[in-house]
T-cell receptor, first 113, second 113 residues
Framework: GQQLNQSPQSMFIQEGEDVSMNCTSS?????WLWYKQDPGEGPVLLIA?????ELTSNGRLTAQFGITRKDSFLNISASIPSDVGIYFC?????????????FGEGTQLTVNP | GAGVSQSPSNKVTEKGKDVELRCDPI?????LYWYRQRLGQGLEFLIY????????KSGLPSDRFSAERTGESVSTLTIQRTQQEDSAVYLC???????????FGSGTRLTVV
């Protein structure tokens, strides 16, 4: 099945530092999404990307949809303790029926105060 | 309701027993999805409902898994003759159309002992 490779698997940073994580795919997506999941909760949508090359910001978060449509990155600037959690990329295949999302394995972010 | 509601939040069952998980989507959302999340992993698609169309069951891992949805309301995911490898968090999500940006519930944590 479709695979999304997300890296890094985990990150340990100091408060105030910037963070970058990315996802790559062997197939084209027409939508890329980034989610954050806190313990015991479902994922919450952070940013949605719809066009190749699109760069979108949401506060301290910035994400880009790769030109090849096979990759995306998420940057978090000036990290704060509440950024702790698991970040997932998700893609929607161009040819899929419905709106099934394929998820990456997640990046566990730890922010030390 | 204001969000996607799932019940129970936790379920411990003995191997071989059947379990039923419930999802109440956001009112008016026509699309409903079930995903499975094993510990430390990403989300794995199970099944998708869109209005009165035939559901996309292609993600169900075996014939022990089934799901029903009544119109555009409640859905139940049933796992028969549970096995230990069924232990996971089962997440439900809904969206207003077959687009992106689902809203997830908090999930049901299933433990098979």
């Amino acid at each position: 099945g479709q695979q999304l490779n997300q890296s890094p698997q985990s990150m340990f940073i100091q408060e105030g530092e910037d963070v970058s994580m990315n996802c790559t795919s062997s197939s084209i997506f027409n939508t890329w999404l980034w989610y954050k999941q806190d313990p015991g909760e479902g994922p919450v949508l952070l940013i949605a990307l719809y066009k190749a090359g699109e760069l979108t910001s949401n506060g301290r978060l910035t994400a880009q949809f790769g030109i090849t449509r096979k990759d995306s990155f998420l940057n978090i600037s000036a990290s704060i303790p509440s950024d702790v959690g698991i970040y997932f990329c998700a893609g929607q295949l161009a040819e899929t029926s419905g709106s099934r999302l394929t998820f990456g394995e997640g990046t566990q972010l730890t922010v030390n105060p | 309701g204001a969000g996607v509601s799932q019940s129970p939040s936790n379920k411990v069952t003995e191997k071989g027993k059947d379990v039923e998980l419930r999802c109440d989507p956001i009112s008016g959302h026509t699309a409903l999805y079930w995903y499975r999340q094993r510990l430390g992993q990403g989300l794995e698609f199970l099944i998708y409902f869109q209005g009165n169309s035939a559901p996309d069951k292609s993600g169900l891992p075996s014939d022990r898994f089934s799901a029903e949805r009544t119109g555009e309301s409640v859905s139940t995911l049933t796992i028969q003759r549970t096995q230990q490898e069924d232990s996971a968090v089962y997440l439900c999500a809904s969206s207003p159309w077959t687009g992106d940006g689902y809203t997830f519930g908090s999930g049901t944590r299933l433990t098979v002992v």
